[in-house]
Nanobody, 118 residues
Framework: QVQLVESGGGLVQAGGSLRLSCAAS????????MGWYRQAPGKQRELVAS?????????ADSVKGRFTISRDNVKNTVNLQMQMNSLKPEDTAIYYC??????????WGQGTQVTVSS
């Protein structure tokens, strides 16, 4: 059974920090490259950061140097985190975790809302 549970979002002032967490179980998440995605109002969902099974990371240019993705594989569950520093109002979005790349028919969790005030 696929489960994706994101948490850690909130309201923060510009320049502040948040740490997002995701617990992903089932569907071979444990051996998959995982990613944090975000969707701002009126915009398409975009990949923010990704991390391979072995720990190699990649970041969107817009968050490079400010966000750090990490993972911890425990049995059948991937515990994915993302430390977000120097937050900007344009980082406001709902944040989701999932495999990267995405598959057709993939399941999404409920996401976690991040709101950055100016």
């Amino acid at each position: 059974q696929v489960q994706l549970v994101e948490s850690g979002g909130g309201l923060v002032q510009a320049g502040g920090s948040l740490r997002l967490s995701c617990a992903a179980s089932g569907s071979n998440f444990i051996i998959s490259t995982m990613g944090w995605y975000r969707q701002a109002p009126g915009k398409q969902r975009e990949l923010v950061a990704s991390i391979t099974y072995g720990g190699s990371t990649n970041y969107a240019d817009s968050v490079k140097g400010r966000f750090t993705i990490s993972r911890d594989n425990v049995k059948n569950t991937v515990n994915l985190q993302m430390q977000m520093n120097s937050l900007k109002p344009e980082d406001t979005a709902i944040y989701y975790c999932n495999k990267y790349p995405l598959r057709i028919g993939i399941t999404w969790g409920q996401g976690t809302q991040v709101t950055v005030s100016s």
